[in-house]
């Protein structure tokens, strides 16, 4: 009798070279024993050299693909991620807060390229902190995203922390701070509740493959919490998942080369 499997529902843009976006996600969810619905955002052309082109796609067909997931097949947890406009982010916060039971929602926001550049507008920026991040569960900010949400300057752990809690204040459920732009040979995530902090620490790997490390980490999570783990299982899990997806990367493309998402944990 096989147990049955937690639907996992991912919004997200769809990424052309696989390591990313809806294509990371599918295959994370379903390496970790999910199984893996989508509703796409937008369609890239990239590669591991970087992205060529973006289309968005229409609100009528972002609001179809989500309510047609729900509507029918349901699901045990969401994952957001790339949301590149005030009105796609508008949209999935009207049908997210129209949800009639509560489902984990993990929001990976995705507001700063890897070079620095901003990816939303201000309007964009200030709906996504305001209206879609009090709705989710928990968020998972890299440091340039938590320094824009914050304003607050990351330069090591402590401050990783304190950007953290100002996160929290700002009546955010839960975050998980990652730490990987930090100058340091560790690898240090931080995970803050209202009422703990905990350190998820591991050696750094230098590697030039590590395209879709916040999707995979955040696709990686919703799937424990679909799944009824912990949040702090969710996330020890999806952390060490992530650290051996880079450790075996193939080693594809003359970019910036993905994870191995077929990895086991």
């Known amino acids: 009798m096989h147990n049955k499997l937690a639907k996992i529902m991912t919004i997200a843009g769809s990424d052309s070279g696989g390591g990313a976006g809806i294509q990371g996600d599918i295959k994370t969810i379903t390496s970790l024993g999910g199984y893996a619905t989508s509703a796409i955002t937008a369609i890239t052309a990239q590669n591991t050299l970087g992205v ?9 067909m972002i609001e179809e693909q989500i309510t047609a997931i729900l509507e029918d097949i349901g699901t045990d947890a969401i994952k957001i991620g790339m949301l ?64 824009v949400i914050t304003g607050i300057k990351i330069n090591d752990a402590l401050d990783l922390e304190n950007a953290g809690r100002s996160i929290i204040d700002m009546g955010i459920n839960n975050v998980l701070m990652k730490g990987g732009h930090l100058n340091s040979s560790k690898l240090t995530d931080v995970l803050i509740t209202n009422n703990n902090i ?68």
């Open 84 to 147: 590149s406009n005030e009105k796609i982010i508008n949209c999935v916060v009207k049908l997210l807060s129209n949800l009639k039971k509560k489902i984990p929602i993990v929001l990976d926001p995705v507001m700063v390229a890897k070079g620095g550049h901003k990816l939303l507008d201000a309007g964009a920026e200030t709906a996504l902190i305001n209206e879609l991040m009090p709705l989710c569960t928990i968020i998972t900010p890299n440091i340039p995203e938590a320094e």
């Open 52 to 60: 060529k082109s973006v289309l968005n796609v229409s609100i009528n």
């Open 198 to 265: 905990e350190y998820f620490n591991n050696n750094k790997i230098n590697t030039k493959n590590s395209h879709g490390t916040g999707c995979t980490l955040s696709s990686a999570i919703a799937c424990g919490l679909g799944q009824k783990l912990t949040l702090k299982e969710s996330v020890k899990r999806a952390h060490l998942y992530v650290y051996k997806s880079i450790l075996n990367a193939p080693n594809i493309g003359k970019g910036n080369g993905p994870l191995n998402h077929l990895i086991k944990v």
